[in-house]
């Protein structure tokens, strides 16, 4: 049980209910009609307009790219329409009032920088009669069409009608014709969640195993999971990997099946995208503190404020700090996070921002559960024992820099550039049952100890805009990113024989003696484009794909220094994606998609060859479904999922490998989130899967 107290506190008037519940109190008092204030330039802030009348969907691309405002709308409602010509200096909402005169379209703010636009109640055929519009300002900033008009923060809502994770930019999840689902920072609130593994126990499609506070293994169709934080690409995995707290990200994205179009080399399982908070333009500050059981305590803090009177430079800093104990005796964890970050727009075209994050947890006494009996059950011990010592810990210490410069450029085009590095140290020292418990106890353990430094680093930059052709508007983006890591590791380890299990009363071990010593460093880099074609008002075509290079050297440094070895590797592979949308109505969708993905693997054939890497392809269709003006979200999947070029043993000659192994995995998703009546947010997913071999 955990119990929750929450407030939000700034200069509009307290709005937000007041929920009690047996297992979280929850105290929400936001800053505005969506939590969250205006920006600088909101949307009544003058800015330059030059838009002439031309076909309706035209002139909104146009609009989104001069305003920082995202645009939703069914095809049906904006063909055949023409706009109004927009020239000089408006508020965004006047100018998109003025643009949508004589349309029979109104609108309303879904999201701090999105608009949903609808049929307007008509009073004759020259005149909109505006229904209700609820203005909610945009966030901090003035270039705000990438990952700004995704920010779920404020909504109030268990449904994200757009994520960045595919293309970049804020994209309708319709549009996506792949399984995409998102955890918006409403569901991170409600369900009190603090961690990435606490979180994804709740993704559709996703299997979580906890394998130490905050740390798990994350498995989507049978395998791991990729990680980017704000679309960057990193050469890890979401498993296994000390991440970040809660507190510092507005939502989690997470796009199912081969994700090679963004990262490159990965897993089969997709891709897990964290989006970082982002400042506001008024001043807000919020808090929570939460008591849960075996004496668990949390407090946050967050606070956002402008620092000039213009509201150009905005600063937002988050904190938390957490000490938990378990429902197994002596097991103990504590963390303490920071992060802030400084926005700055010197003019309506430009924005730049720098971040910086730093993590420390302790885990102690530590305890990896129970081995099984000699009978394979089970041992029969309560709940709460403590299968450790007392002198085990696990120390980590986290630091990242991120900074990103977005710039807008003629014609509707935008440029971002984005960079980060992070430092991550481990320490660990503990004993762990390594065999069978017999009935009195007896077993054998290991002593160990394991000194983890990583350090990653990453770079994209790309650039988007928009075409017309054959009548329509047609998206490209065009990119390059470069990510490595660098992983230095030194293991030792002492054997126990005998151990009894029911008394683990082993002295703290003066010296561990070291084993092994490696330090491998990574790289990739690659190429890629990405196209949406609108072939009618109904139909889109999405293709593109990666091309990369991608080398991994490893080098023994203990027990002693040996020369450096290369991995596996893979230049020039070409990773494609393509897929079909079809709006069949105002409210559904139906996709259809083609994803793969490459994996290096290490081996040689009998013929001195190096393996080729494995190739991950998917085929995917379904249909998606967007009711009550996006605050309810559907989505329908079946996959069929292939890994090739698997190594095998070659029988012919045993010490080598082939290339023959294969893995097909069939599987159906299903989800639902978001509110589908006053006063309820609902969310609910589920997947079966087959897999053969």
């Not at 150009?312 to 103990?332: I, N």
């Not at 084993?515 to 491998?520: A, Y």
């Not at 269709?621 to 070659?650: C, E, H, M, P, Y």
Request: with cysteine; hydrophobic share 35%; glycine share 10%.
């Amino acid at each position: 049980m955990l119990l929750a107290l929450r407030t939000n506190c700034s200069a509009y008037a307290f709005s937000r209910q007041l929920l009690y519940a047996a297992s979280a109190i929850s105290l929400l008092l936001p800053t505005s009609a969506w939590g969250q204030s205006a920006p600088s330039g909101g949307p009544n802030a003058s800015r330059s307009f030059a838009i002439p009348a031309q076909p309706l969907e035209a002139a909104l691309r146009a609009y989104m790219q001069q305003s920082g405002v995202q645009v939703g709308y069914e095809s049906a409602d904006v063909a055949g329409r023409t706009s109004a010509a927009v020239n000089g200096a408006f508020g965004a909402s006047e100018a998109l009032s003025r643009l949508l005169s004589g349309t029979n379209l109104t609108y309303r703010f879904t999201a701090p920088t999105a608009v949903r636009l609808e049929p307007a109640p008509t009073a004759d055929a020259s005149t909109v009669q505006l229904g209700p519009v609820r203005v909610a300002a945009d966030e901090g900033g003035s270039v705000a069409n990438g990952p700004l008009a995704a920010i779920t923060e404020g909504s109030r809502s268990y449904a994200a009608p757009t994520a960045t994770i595919f293309g970049k930019q804020a994209t309708p999840l319709r549009a996506i014709p792949s399984s995409v689902s998102v955890i918006t920072r409403q569901r991170i609130e409600d369900q009190n969640l603090t961690t990435i593994e606490e979180a994804l126990r709740q993704a559709t499609g996703i299997t979580s195993i906890s394998y130490s506070p905050g740390i798990g293994y994350f498995y989507s169709r049978g395998y791991e999971t990729g990680l980017q934080i704000d679309g960057l690409p990193s050469n890890r995995s979401a498993s296994f990997n000390a991440l970040f707290d809660l507190a510092m990200f507005d939502r989690i994205e997470n796009l199912r099946g081969p994700a090679g179009i963004m990262q490159g080399s990965g897993n089969l399982g997709g891709v897990i995208n964290l989006a970082r908070k982002r400042p506001l333009a008024e001043r807000q500050i919020s808090g929570a503190v939460l008591v849960g059981s075996w004496s668990n305590f949390r407090g946050e803090v967050d606070v956002s404020t402008p620092l000039n009177e213009s509201k150009t430079l905005l600063l937002r800093v988050v904190g938390s700090a957490q000490d938990r104990d378990f429902f197994y005796d002596e097991g103990h964890w504590k963390r303490f996070f920071g992060y802030g970050i400084l926005q700055y727009a010197p003019s309506d075209d430009t924005t730049v921002s720098f971040s910086v994050a730093r993590q420390a947890a302790k885990a102690g006494p530590l305890s990896y559960g129970q081995s099984l009996g000699t009978n394979f059950l089970p041992v029969d011990a309560p709940r709460s024992t403590f299968y450790g010592t007392d002198w085990s810990y696990n120390n980590n210490y986290m630091t990242e820099l991120y900074g990103e410069l977005r710039q807008r450029l003629s014609q509707g085009w935008e440029l971002s550039i984005s960079g980060a590095y992070e430092r991550n140290k481990t320490d660990t020292k503990y004993l762990y049952i390594d065999n069978f418990i017999a009935p009195d106890g007896t077993t054998t353990g290991t002593n160990q100890f394991n000194r983890d430094r990583r350090r990653y680093a990453s770079v994209d930059a790309h650039i988007s805009g928009s075409i017309e052709a054959g009548g329509q508007t047609h998206d490209l983006l065009f990119g390059a990113s470069y990510a490595y890591s660098r992983w230095k590791s030194l293991l030792g380890s002492v054997d126990i024989d005998p151990l009894n299990a029911f008394d683990l009363d082993v002295p703290e071990p003066a010296m561990i003696p070291a084993r092994f010593g490696n330090d491998t460093k990574t790289s990739q880099y690659g190429f890629y484009g990405h196209a949406r074609v609108r072939l009618s008002n109904a139909l889109s075509i999405v293709g593109g794909g990666r091309l990369s290079y991608y080398d991994v050297r490893t080098t023994a440094t203990f027990p002693m220094i040996l020369p450096t070895v290369e991995g596996p590797d893979a230049h020039g592979k070409f990773s494609p994606y393509a897929g079909m949308v079809i709006d069949v109505s105002k409210t559904l969708t139906l996709y259809a998609s083609y994803a793969d993905i490459f994996v290096p693997q290490d081996g040689m054939t009998a013929s001195a060859r190096a393996l080729r890497p494995r190739v991950g392809q998917q085929y995917e269709a379904g249909i998606k479904g967007s009711f009550l003006s996006d605050k309810l979200t559907t989505s329908l999947a079946v996959f069929q999922l292939r890994d090739t070029n698997r190594a095998v043993t070659d029988e012919a000659n045993p010490t080598f490998q082939i290339e023959r192994g294969v893995v097909r995995t069939r599987g159906i998703e299903a989800e639902i989130a978001g509110s589908p009546m006053l006063g309820l947010e609902l969310f609910a997913g589920y997947t079966y899967q087959k897999t053969a071999m």
